[in-house]
């Protein structure tokens, strides 16, 4: 009888504006991966990606096994590029293939983060809600009730090699002290539910001024989101994707001042926040 698994991976935006490399959110559009055991290997998809061993999820998997004899079906809502954690979700769906059909029982956040570079996306995904990465762990919190997220997805994608090309090796002092007295703001504001704490904890001064040039339309919009009746916005991942956030009544009207924005250049999509971490079962 043949071995199969299905995994579900939730998308994920990081750094949350301040929390560079230690924040993210878990966002629901989701990454399936269908890895079923049919003694040759194949990777089947309509999604433009690799087909062959290069393919993340399969990159992923061989971390912890041999992938020869096992067909990889893939489908995902979440944008390939624009800083969703498409790679984090590929990446952790393929570990946890691997190690549920296997039974290792291996860390799957620290052989997560190895392979994707740094670990809030993959924390987001693997956990779900909010989380804080340090030191090689993740402490998960639920979104608050009433909170939700609109994320415009530009079709001109960035690569998050040439986004971190761009930032500095050192910042000023008091940027830093900037930036860790408004990540913990926004944490207080998120477990409080605090949506005053939540909006003045939501900027930054060590990575989205540096990317600015790089998607314009994508920080003006950001800048505006106050007008447009969010709570604020961030620049999710490396960008160009900007996500919003909203208190649930604000959001239908935010969703409708952002389609008239954004016409004929990026997609709003409304998604809340993900309480659900990834999820494997045997079918």
Known sequence: MERRRLV???ASSANLGPGFDSLAAALALHLELEVVETGRFAVVSDLDLPHDRSNLCVRAFQRL???DAFEFRIGSSIPLAGGLGSSGAAIVAGLMAADHLFELDADLLA?????EGH???VAAALLGGFVVCA???????DPPAGLEAVVVVPADA???TQARDVLPAEVPLADAAFNAGHAALLMLGLAR??????ARGLRDRLHEPYRAELYPRSRELADGAAELGALGATISGAGPSVLFWCHYEQTGHVVRALRARVEGWAQVVRTPFEPQGADVRAL
């Open 8 to 10: 579900r991976v939730p």
């Open 65 to 67: 096994a041999d992938p």
């Open 111 to 115: 052989l997560a983060t190895e392979l």
């Open 119 to 121: 670990p809030d996306n």
């Open 135 to 141: 030191d090689g762990r993740a402490v998960r919190l």
């Open 158 to 160: 960035l690569s998050t």
């Open 193 to 198: 539910g605090d949506w005053d704490l939540v």
